[in-house]
């Protein structure tokens, strides 16, 4: 199975690519952000404690977002892998990751990140709340925390992932189409 990490701060464009990326290479997309979505939709306990941290700009705790990764490695058949989206998004869920992996033996192919300045993030979020009216969209005051949620808990990601050779970077600047060519010329090597 190939497990590829869909990578980059709010708003870079993640949600949008990662449709085109499982479709061309046969891979099931774990959206992270969506599933607890989902969970707070539905009105489960588990949603009910996430709403508050996800609508504050903060991360809900490690292992809640690995319970629901596991589960659907265990449960999902038929694909050639795996598209992480919004996963891992600390240093201790990439070595839980990790970990999950090592148990058959497998590990990280590769990280996919897609990477846009601070500036562009607020004007994209702005734009996707005018259709969404996702809940953690709603003011700028949220979008910053998420910003700098990002900054602190998940950028060092990008060291982690390059002393494991596993980081690649496009410029997720430009069109959804430009964007894309660049993504699938770079996943084309794995
Ligand atoms: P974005 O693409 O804007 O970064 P997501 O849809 O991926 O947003 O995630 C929305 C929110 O869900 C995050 O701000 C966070 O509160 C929560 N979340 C999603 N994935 C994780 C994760 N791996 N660990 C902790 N919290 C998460």
Redesign the pocket.
Same mark, same amino acid.
């Given at each position: 199975m190939k497990y590829f990490i869909l990578f980059g701060?709010? =708003?870079?464009g993640?949600?949008t690519q990662a449709t085109a990326m499982v479709e061309k290479f046969n891979l099931c997309h774990i959206?992270?952000?969506?599933l607890?979505?989902n969970e707070i939709a539905s009105g489960s306990e588990l949603g009910k404690q996430?709403k508050a941290?996800?609508e504050s700009?903060?991360?809900?705790?490690?292992e809640?977002?690995e319970g629901m990764i596991e589960n659907k490695f265990r449960t999902v058949r038929n694909v050639e892998g795996f598209l992480l989206? =919004?996963?891992?998004? !600390?240093i201790a869920?990439a070595e839980s990751l990790d970990q999950m992996l090592a148990k058959t033996g497998e590990s990280v192919t590769s990280v996919v990140s897609i990477m846009i300045p601070d500036s562009l993030i607020m004007e994209r979020?702005r734009h996707r709340a005018s259709i969404e009216g996702r809940a953690?969209d709603a003011s700028e005051e949220i979008v910053n925390n998420?910003i700098k !949620?990002?900054h602190e808990k998940t950028e060092p990601l990008i060291e982690f992932y390059k002393k494991a050779g596993k980081y690649a970077e496009v410029d997720g600047t430009g069109n959804i189409e430009e964007v894309r060519t660049r993504i699938f010329d770079l996943m084309n090597k794995f």
């Open positions: 701060p709010p =708003g870079a993640k949600g959206s992270t952000g969506e607890l979505r996430a941290l996800i700009g903060s991360l809900v705790p490690d809640v977002v989206d =919004g996963f891992p998004r !600390t869920q979020i953690d998420r !949620t990002y």
